[in-house]
């Protein structure tokens, strides 16, 4: 289930300037979004793991841009949090 106002914050970090002020204060930038305490924790340690069950994927991946994420760690931190694959196969047979 998505998030909001989390995904609102990052869609509205596309404005012109925006990154810079969310570069320059986060925790300011945060406090204008109710943003649920577990959110904001997982915002503020960068946890894809949590923030991928919140956000639209392109977000996300725009969001870990523009912090400073090199694209290939962003990958495989998104790669490591997600579910294991069944063991039974193919889900779809």
């Known amino acids: 289930m998505t998030d909001y106002w989390l995904s609102k ?10 990154i810079a002020e969310y570069r320059a204060d986060r925790v300011r930038v945060m406090d204008r979004y109710p ?6 924790a ?7 793991a949590v923030l991928s069950r919140l956000v639209n994927p392109y ?7 523009f912090i400073g994420t090199p694209d290939e760690v962003f990958i ?6 997600a579910p294991a694959a069944s063991a039974g196969g193919d889900a779809r047979s």
């Not at 977000?59 to 841009?65: C, E, K, N, V």
């Open 35 to 40: 943003l649920k305490p577990e959110v904001r």
């Open 59 to 65: 977000l996300l991946r725009y969001y870990f841009t």
């Open 76 to 81: 495989r931190r998104l790669r490591e949090s």
């Open 9 to 18: 914050m990052i869609y509205e970090l596309q404005r012109p300037g925006a």
């Open 42 to 48: 997982a915002v503020l340690a960068d946890d894809v």
